[in-house]
């Protein structure tokens, strides 16, 4: 009996069954039936739609403000920063002090510096899940340390519906022209942003085609093949716009019960309650009233005070569970997109950080390293040199690594007290703590050097 028993679990038509039990067409799940679209062709058909409703989120929902400003702050805080990594020590401060003064220089804008860029940038990341830097190079009269700067280009610049088969024979899909072998040559940007009516100006053509050795497109694939970003936020849409109707509603309805004080039945209305009522300029009658007043009622009438109903002992529970849904969907922690810490303690807040940031270190080496950081480096190298501003060969100077910004503890004390265990048992250098701080460790030795003096 065991026997068979045992063979029954391990295999046959039952078990296939079970195991493929989202495939079945039962009465619950009649109704679920998903096409089976490639996410290109759901972005283009989509994206337009839900960048729009993005970023009106982002505008108007207090919650979708604060998990943005978030995610951004976490992702690259005041800046993800190059430590180069030549061997040359005197090279090396020369590399470094020239691209610091640069990164002042770096907006086309002039708004603001190379680590605000990457703030920008994980901000449309959040609300468009993607974003795009048109590499500009500049006259050497233009007076700039070396003759190169970013110009941030929003998604809504490169128009989803241009797909097509351009002049040289290259396909164009949402606005991106790939060549025979599927590699990105060029992208058609527009000229204006469709959604600016302040930006008036003579008939132009609609797109300016630019080389993609130019420009730079940030977005995290999640599916391969995927050549356009979806909105971080996309996930977290629906209950964020639901959640606020609920609460205006919620809100509107205690604000229209409350100026309701009571109601006064009778049964002859025949003269005012208070003798005869005056009126406004309106024509609307005027009760006089002090506090500890007792009204005579005349016989047959009653004063029946306002109850509003309360919004009860689940509302907070549902806020609470809606909320948490949210911030699951956003992978942020709870209390990053509520502000809330009511329920928290060092233990859980610790243990949420951990897979949080854990998350946000793959984007940020992943993502904003690899495709923003080390291509801004490798052209501002070969742009420094051919300006005569950096007297070295691009290759030899290349090396670098990218720290991110430090993050803290809930309990610096014990974290620094584990690191210095840590060092001091051969797991890890005392170069690799002073990083994860977020700072170069040569220019940490400088200043205690410095300091010791």
Same mark, same amino acid.
């Given at each position: 009996?065991?026997?068979?028993?045992?063979?029954?679990?391990?295999?046959? %038509?039952?078990?296939?069954?079970?195991?493929?039990?989202?495939?079945?067409?039962?009465?619950?799940?009649?109704?679920?039936?998903?096409?089976?679209?490639?996410?290109?062709?759901?972005?283009?058909?989509?994206? +337009?739609?839900?960048?729009?409703?993005?970023?009106?989120?982002?505008?108007?929902?207090?919650?979708?403000?604060?998990?943005?400003?978030?995610?951004?702050?976490?992702?690259?805080?005041?800046?993800?920063?190059?430590?180069?990594? *030549?061997?040359?020590?005197?090279?090396?401060?020369?590399?470094?002090?020239?691209?610091?003064?640069?990164?002042?220089?770096?907006?086309?804008?002039?708004?603001?510096?190379?680590?605000?860029?990457?703030?920008?940038?994980?901000?449309?990341?959040?609300?468009?899940?993607?974003?795009?830097?048109?590499?500009?190079?500049?006259?050497?009269?233009?007076?700039?340390?070396?003759?190169?700067?970013?110009?941030?280009?929003?998604?809504?610049?490169?128009?989803?519906?241009?797909?097509?088969?351009?002049?040289?024979?290259?396909?164009?899909?949402?606005?991106?022209?790939?060549?025979?072998?599927?590699?990105?040559?060029?992208?058609?940007?527009?000229?204006?942003?469709?959604?600016?009516?302040?930006?008036?100006?003579?008939?132009?053509?609609?797109?300016?085609?630019?080389?993609?050795?130019?420009?730079?497109? *940030?977005?995290?694939?999640?599916?391969?093949?995927?050549?356009?970003?979806?909105?971080?936020?996309?996930?977290?849409?629906?209950?964020?716009?639901?959640?606020?109707?609920?609460?205006?509603?919620?809100?509107?309805?205690?604000?229209?019960?409350?100026?309701?004080?009571?109601?006064?039945?009778?049964?002859? +209305?025949?003269? %005012?309650?208070?003798?005869?009522?005056?009126?406004?300029?309106?024509?609307?009658? *005027?009760?006089?009233?002090?506090?500890?007043?007792?009204?005579?009622?005349?016989?047959?009438?009653?004063?029946?005070?306002?109850?509003?109903?309360?919004?009860?002992?689940?509302?907070?529970?549902?806020?609470?569970?809606?909320?948490?849904?949210?911030?699951?969907?956003?992978?942020?922690?709870?209390?990053?997109?509520?502000? $809330?810490?009511?329920?928290?303690?060092?233990?859980?807040?610790?243990?949420?950080?951990?897979?949080?940031?854990?998350?946000?270190?793959?984007?940020?080496?992943?993502? *904003?390293?690899?495709?923003?950081?080390?291509?801004?480096?490798?052209?501002?190298?070969?742009?420094?040199?051919?300006?005569?501003?950096?007297?070295?060969?691009?290759?030899?100077?290349? +090396?670098?690594?990218?720290?991110?910004?430090?993050? $803290?503890?809930?309990?610096?004390?014990?974290?620094?007290?584990?690191?210095?265990?840590?060092?001091?048992?051969?797991?890890?250098?005392?170069?690799?703590?002073?990083?994860?701080?977020?700072?170069?460790?040569?220019?940490?030795?400088?200043?205690?050097?410095?300091?010791?003096?």
């Amino acid at each position: 009996m065991f026997d068979r028993f045992r063979r029954r679990s391990a295999g046959g %038509p039952a078990a296939v069954r079970a195991r493929l039990e989202g495939a079945m067409a039962k009465r619950r799940l009649r109704g679920w039936n998903p096409p089976l679209e490639n996410i290109n062709a759901l972005v283009a058909s989509g994206g +337009p739609r839900l960048l729009a409703r993005s970023r009106e989120l982002v505008v108007t929902n207090g919650y979708a403000v604060n998990a943005c400003e978030a995610f951004a702050a976490n992702l690259v805080g005041d800046g993800i920063k190059p430590s180069s990594l *030549i061997g040359n020590a005197d090279m090396r401060d020369r590399v470094q002090r020239l691209w610091l003064a640069w990164t002042d220089e770096a907006d086309a804008d002039g708004l603001t510096d190379f680590y605000g860029l990457q703030a920008m940038v994980a901000r449309e990341m959040f609300v468009a899940g993607e974003c795009f830097v048109r590499l500009r190079p500049r006259r050497a009269e233009d007076g700039l340390l070396v003759p190169l700067q970013l110009q941030l280009l929003q998604s809504e610049m490169l128009p989803f519906e241009k797909t097509e088969i351009a002049a040289n024979g290259n396909r164009i899909r949402c606005g991106i022209e790939f060549d025979a072998i599927g590699r990105r040559v060029a992208y058609h940007f527009r000229r204006r942003h469709p959604g600016d009516s302040t930006d008036q100006g003579a008939v132009i053509p609609e797109t300016v085609r630019v080389a993609a050795a130019d420009v730079l497109h *940030i977005y995290r694939p999640i599916d391969a093949g995927q050549i356009r970003g979806l909105p971080h936020i996309a996930p977290a849409m629906v209950r964020l716009f639901l959640l606020d109707q609920y609460d205006d509603a919620e809100l509107d309805r205690k604000k229209t019960a409350a100026m309701f004080a009571g109601f006064i039945t009778k049964t002859a +209305p025949e003269e %005012p309650m208070m003798g005869e009522a005056e009126a406004d300029l309106d024509g609307a009658a *005027i009760a006089s009233l002090e506090p500890g007043t007792m009204q005579v009622l005349l016989p047959g009438e009653d004063v029946k005070f306002s109850s509003p109903a309360d919004v009860g002992g689940g509302y907070e529970a549902f806020q609470y569970r809606t909320l948490l849904a949210v911030s699951a969907s956003l992978g942020l922690p709870y209390h990053l997109v509520t502000g $809330d810490v009511r329920q928290a303690n060092y233990s859980s807040l610790r243990a949420e950080l951990v897979e949080f940031r854990r998350r946000i270190g793959q984007l940020q080496h992943g993502v *904003i390293v690899h495709q923003l950081c080390r291509a801004v480096w490798q052209r501002w190298l070969e742009t420094a040199v051919l300006a005569g501003a950096l007297d070295a060969d691009p290759a030899t100077v290349r +090396p670098v690594q990218w720290i991110p910004p430090r993050w $803290d503890w809930v309990d610096p004390l014990k974290d620094i007290q584990a690191q210095v265990l840590a060092m001091e048992a051969g797991i890890t250098s005392r170069r690799k703590v002073v990083e994860a701080t977020g700072y170069d460790i040569e220019e940490v030795d400088r200043e205690n050097a410095a300091d010791a003096a």
